[in-house]
């Protein structure tokens, strides 16, 4: 009796476990896009002031 009690114990940890992991890998995927999102966006913006300072320069250092 205890074998099996355990053993169903056992089972309903191991299926909620995998509820849990899919619930957490379909959180995971937004998270991970917006914050690539917002990643991509300060690449950017440090990307435009590097040229916009590299330009005024070179402007500049020709007269």
């Keep these: 009796m205890h074998a099996e009690l355990q053993k ?3 089972e309903n940890l191991k299926a909620l476990k995998s509820i849990r992991h ?3 890998m379909r959180d ?3 998270v991970s896009h917006r914050a690539g999102m917002n ?3 300060t690449g950017a913006l ?3 002031e590097v040229s916009l300072i590299t330009s ?3 402007c ?3 007269k």
């Design 8 to 10: 169903s114990i056992d």
């Design 22 to 24: 899919d619930i957490l």
């Design 28 to 30: 995971l995927s937004p």
């Design 39 to 41: 990643a991509a966006q």
């Design 46 to 48: 440090i990307g435009g």
């Design 56 to 58: 005024v320069y070179e």
């Design 60 to 62: 500049i250092a020709k």
